[in-house]
């Protein structure tokens, strides 16, 4: 069966594949037969890239516990043995452990895929790429998309190999947390850890990892796989997942809660007094353990981040907070290139909890993020302080908003631009402070708080977020906001309405 760009090409999610694979509301466009076309693709791509012959070719692939995982990685594993490259299939796993297939001595595959489409609905699928040298770039998975225009795998005569790769994952998981406290081959004695996994691949940190090396785990919640995620969508985002982590954390008096979105490559977290340590709050307390070891270093995050996380950073870390954009990729590429210009990046992280640490090949993994937390909190204990006390100094939020305000016209990103402008030119003729450099859309910042307007990355929408430090202050920011763009018909301000 062969396969149009008109078909292909919508696929494409900056660096990822998305579809929706199950029957239900939309309509099925990731097919078994898609999915063996483009993984016969990405086989060739990365012969092309390793200057290796195909049958010279070692590619593993894993899924997250989405009900159509299987059959996904099954048709991909069969594109790959397609074109005469090794296939293994590792089962059930997360993506951080995907990339690291490509770099463990025992695999040290060429290529690696992962079946997920990470937090999206249960009928929603996807494919995320990896060579040694890190996650793909879009341009690279347009290349693959464009080479499988026309293509048809031959048919499979070989079968792919099972490779337990979660098994050395989890080793290399206990090693950093082993060697990270400096005690002994259960340094977690003593403390109650309670892990949410949301029914998606990150039960095994719990079950594999923290209770091995002594923790207890008992509240942990949803950590059994199950694609149709009954209990709440595994997204740390996601304010009802927040609040079923709090609320285990709290009642079972544990020291720190950890949860993961469906595939794992990102983690948020709560302290013991039920405090979130997500979003500004997770990125300042990562930021707080990495200026022990980085002094004056710099810390690159996306574009959403809160004027009292910019503060904390600069003057009371004595660090540098470089606001990028948003797009885990763009905010990950942003810190190798600072790095390569000289400037000392020790993490990139984004508030939806992707983060990626140069000491671990700058690959976003929430089960090394959640690492870092186990790591500082046994340390901490031993010294008789607390998780709270990195933090304790950062400003506290006071009322934040996000509104998604839908732009009516086919030309939407020309016209978001101009949307942009105008509203950059009418603030600075209000007399309010425009605030540069803005790598993403348009920054004010007001005396009791600041909004941000930019575009989406994929959608005809302008996002606008903003924060307010005192009350009263946020809805005066909105109406401000409102008053700034109420010039363009053909975007709906009704989302601005609280």
């Known amino acids: 069966m062969y396969f149009s760009a008109n078909v292909l090409f919508p696929l494409q999610n900056g660096s990822d594949i998305r579809g929706v694979a199950m029957e239900g509301e939309n309509e099925i466009n990731l097919t078994p037969e898609i999915v063996r076309t483009i993984g016969a693709s990405f086989g060739r791509w990365v012969a092309q890239k390793t200057g290796k012959t195909c049958d010279k070719l070692k590619i593993g692939v894993g899924s997250d516990s989405r009900v159509t995982g299987k059959t996904l990685k099954k048709a991909f594993l069969d594109g790959v043995l397609s074109v005469g490259a090794e296939a293994f299939d590792c089962s059930m796993a997360s993506t951080p452990a995907m990339f690291m297939s490509t770099v463990f001595p025992q695999s040290e595959f060429d290529g690696a895929c992962m079946v997920t489409a990470s937090h999206m609905p249960k009928d929603r699928n996807g494919l995320k790429f990896f060579t040694r040298e890190g996650g793909l770039e879009k341009e690279d998975v347009r290349l693959i998309l464009t080479n499988a225009i026309g293509q048809e795998p031959k048919m499979v005569v070989a079968d792919s190999e099972n490779f337990d790769l979660m098994t050395l994952y989890c080793e290399h998981l206990k090693k950093i947390i082993i060697s990270g406290v400096g005690t002994n081959e259960r340094p977690l004695e003593g403390l109650k850890i309670v892990t949410d996994a949301g029914n998606g691949a990150g039960g095994f940190y719990a079950l594999r990892v923290l209770e091995p090396l002594g923790a207890d785990i008992k509240g942990s919640l949803y950590l059994e796989p199950d694609g149709s995620f009954p209990n709440h969508v595994p997204n740390p985002e996601n304010r009802e997942a927040m609040a079923a982590v709090i609320r285990a954390t709290v009642e079972n008096k544990a020291d720190l809660g950890l949860i993961f979105d469906t595939d794992v490559d990102r983690?948020?977290?709560?302290?013991?007094?039920?405090?979130?340590?997500?979003?500004?709050?997770?990125?300042?307390?990562?930021?707080?353990?990495?200026?022990?070891?980085?002094?004056h270093c710099t810390i690159v995050t996306d574009s959403v981040t809160s004027d009292r996380l910019t503060d904390f950073l600069n003057n009371e870390l004595k660090i540098t907070h470089h606001r990028f954009k948003r797009g885990y990729r763009n905010v990950i590429n942003e810190a190798i290139s600072?790095?390569?210009?000289?400037?000392?990046?020790?993490?990139?992280?984004?508030?939806?909890?992707?983060?990626?640490?140069?000491?671990?090949?700058?690959?976003?993994?929430?089960?090394?993020i959640a690492a870092k937390l186990v790591i500082a909190l046994a340390r901490a204990k031993n010294s008789g302080k607390s998780l709270e006390s990195y933090i304790e100094k950062l400003t506290p939020a006071y009322e934040s908003f996000e509104a998604r305000m839908k732009i009516a016209r086919e030309d939407y990103r020309e016209y978001g631009d101009e949307v942009l402008r105008v509203f950059k030119e009418n603030a600075r003729k209000s007399g309010i402070k425009v605030v540069t450099p803005s790598y993403e859309g348009v920054r004010l910042s007001f005396k009791n708080g600041w909004l941000l307007l930019r575009k989406s990355l994929h959608e005809p929408l302008l996002p606008l977020n903003a924060e307010g430090t005192e009350e009263g202050a946020l809805d005066e920011i909105i109406s401000k906001a409102a008053g700034l763009l109420k010039e363009f018909k053909d975007l709906d301000l009704s989302s601005l309405k609280r």
């Open 267 to 295: 983690a948020s977290a709560v302290l013991e007094d039920g405090t979130p340590a997500s979003k500004d709050n997770l990125i300042a307390l990562l930021a707080a353990l990495l200026r022990e070891q980085t002094p």
């Open 338 to 368: 600072l790095n390569e210009k000289g400037v000392l990046v020790p993490l990139a992280i984004e508030t939806s909890g992707h983060g990626a640490f140069k000491d671990n090949f700058f690959l976003d993994d929430g089960a090394y």
